[in-house]
């Protein structure tokens, strides 16, 4: 019986935290093996400057804000290079102040992806991007057509991609977030990185699933119209990553336990049925014991919450437990979609178990 695709997460998946210089410094990755990252989520732990988003394909210093709709832009002296292990920092101040303790969130991919979709027939258009197949994940870039098209793009995972979260670059426009258990048909829903909003029903998807080698597009003016595109693909991956659901029973003490088959290092959560609650991000760095109650919010610039609240949680050897009465995490019948990736599997390859937090 295999466990665990993945015996060493921390190739494909870090989290590091910094303390700003207001200069020049590279930063290198914790993990025993080097990392060379291709996107890479800075957020201050302790200011209310915006979420930065960066990514190899776009290239270094090109910036996208999860908390908002603007375009892609270009931020002078933030990140400047992706390194072997780590990143490189200029002077600017939403990455690298004096006043800020940071946090980044590090994938690799690192293969380089080109598709032809005339020659290769995969796709109705052409894309390009770095693809990490071990690990489920692909960055994908292409030119969009014209408002009112609906079309194909290959992602180059060779697997069903279980989430993807896309954005216009040049126009301002929403986030875009595809996860398969959103609803019962989530092909015809989508969700909004950048708001509280819940689940709408539109055809983002062009009403239908993603396959192993491409995902649709439909016919939504909230695509930039002959602009580029990118998105960040992922499958799951067992032992290392986990794209699920839950429901909530409000109950702080007995809170609804997750299964993912490893210990989380990383977890995004939101209520996609109802209401209008916050994306919330944890990780297994930031406070670094349970109960964890030190989370960030996607959808806004807010500095991440340090004093005990209703969305705590437990990160548990093989999944985690909501310890929260909160609708941000834990309503009463409420469903919640969770993207999560792995500090270590629950049971190696070789059958040795992790150990609890």
């Excluded at 400057?49 to 603007?70: C, Y």
């Excluded at 995902?215 to 002959?226: A, E, I, Q, R």
């Excluded at 998105?231 to 794209?243: L, M």
């Amino acid at each position: 019986m295999a466990y665990t695709d993945i015996d060493n997460p921390e190739l494909y998946f870090q989290t590091k935290l910094y303390t700003g210089n207001g200069g020049t410094q590279s930063i290198t990755l914790d993990g025993s093996e080097n990392m060379r990252p291709d996107w890479v989520w800075i957020k201050p732990r302790n200011g209310s400057d915006g979420h930065v988003l960066i990514d190899s394909v776009r290239g270094a210093l090109k910036r996208l804000r999860s908390e908002g709709t603007n375009a892609e832009d270009t931020l002078s002296n933030s990140l400047t290079s992706f390194d072997n292990n780590g990143f490189t920092l200029g002077n600017a101040g939403e990455v690298n102040s004096s006043s800020y303790n940071l946090v980044s969130w590090n994938w690799a991919a690192g293969t380089s992806f080109s598709n032809d979709a005339s020659a290769t027939s995969v796709g109705s258009v052409d894309s390009t991007g770095s693809i990490n197949t071990t690990a489920g994940f692909s960055i994908i870039s292409w030119t969009s057509l014209a408002s009112g098209s609906n079309y194909t793009i290959a992602h180059g995972l060779g697997a069903v991609p279980a989430v993807i979260i896309m954005k216009g670059r040049h126009e301002a426009n929403s986030w875009q977030v595809y996860h398969h258990k959103n609803t019962s048909a989530p092909e015809t829903d989508y969700l909004d990185l950048s708001t509280t909003d819940a689940t709408a029903d539109y055809p983002v998807w062009n009403d239908t699933a993603p396959t192993s080698s491409v995902f649709s597009l439909g016919t939504w003016s909230g695509f930039d119209d002959g602009g580029t595109m990118i998105a960040y693909c992922f499958a799951e991956k067992k032992g290392y990553s986990k794209f699920g659901s839950y429901v909530g029973n409000a109950n702080a003490d007995y809170g609804t336990f997750v299964y993912t088959g490893f210990k989380p290092a990383w977890l995004l959560i939101k209520r996609s049925d109802g209401g209008t609650d916050n994306w919330n991000l944890y990780d297994n760095k930031r406070l670094g014991y349970n109960t964890n109650y030190s989370f960030l919010i996607p959808n806004e610039t807010n500095a991440e919450n340090t004093t005990t609240s209703t969305a705590n949680l437990d990160i548990l050897s093989n999944g985690f437990k909501i310890r929260g009465s909160t609708g941000h995490t834990n309503t009463s019948g409420g469903t919640y979609i969770y993207m999560a990736f792995a500090e270590s599997p629950f049971v190696s390859s070789k059958g040795i178990p992790t150990t609890a937090r």
